[in-house]
């Protein structure tokens, strides 16, 4: 079985994903940090000095791979389902099963303001306005992608280990 958690920046994939592979004992593997380590740059730099088209498809090359895997939590970018075939190949994964972590703007927002530097596309967005209308207009249009995996979980209000503790409840 794989795990795939999906969701706006902010979202919580990543804490969400750790605590799910210590509950359920399957290995974690974050699709940034992946990628951050196969080609040796961080996220930003990939950005900076390659394009993001670039990232783009090391990103779905990378997605592929892991997608091989099994007891595994895979969190993915933000932008991972959104591009190319990557929702298809999500979808059609034997054993996946695939979770949009759902948030309100708010929430999103709320949380991005203070971690922004590191994610190359709302480094730039100078005030919390800018940063609101971005996140609005985007998530909307990513929100196609997202709403297509196999559980919508919102999220607002519930804490790490109560989301936990949903996704396993639903799992078995
Ligand atoms: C991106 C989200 C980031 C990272 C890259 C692009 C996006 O991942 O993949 O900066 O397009 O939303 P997180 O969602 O983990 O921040």
Redesign the pocket.
């Known amino acids: 079985m794989i795990i795939i958690l999906i969701?706006?920046?902010?979202?919580g994939?990543?804490t969400i994903g750790k605590k799910l592979s210590q509950t359920l004992n399957f290995e974690f593997i974050?699709?940034?940090d992946y990628i951050q380590e196969m080609e040796q740059l961080t996220?930003s730099e990939i950005?900076k000095n390659k394009g993001e088209i670039y990232?783009r498809k090391q990103?779905h090359f990378y997605l592929k791979e892991v997608l091989k895997r099994n007891n595994v939590i895979l969190?993915?970018?933000?932008?991972?389902p959104?591009y190319g075939d990557n929702m298809q190949a999500i979808l059609t994964t034997e054993g996946a099963h695939s979770i949009y972590l759902k948030s309100t703007i708010l929430n999103l927002v709320q949380r991005l303001v203070t971690e922004k530097s590191q994610?190359?596309?709302i480094a730039h967005l100078k005030t919390d306005e800018a940063l609101t209308e971005f996140v609005g207009k985007h998530l909307f249009e990513r929100s196609f992608y997202y709403s297509q995996s196999n559980q919508i979980l919102l999220t607002d209000g519930k804490t790490i280990e109560g989301i936990t503790e949903e996704i396993v409840a639903g799992l078995f």
């Open positions: 969701g706006y920046m902010g979202s994939k990543s974050d699709l940034d996220i950005f990232f990103e969190s993915l970018g933000g932008g991972t959104c994610r190359p596309l």
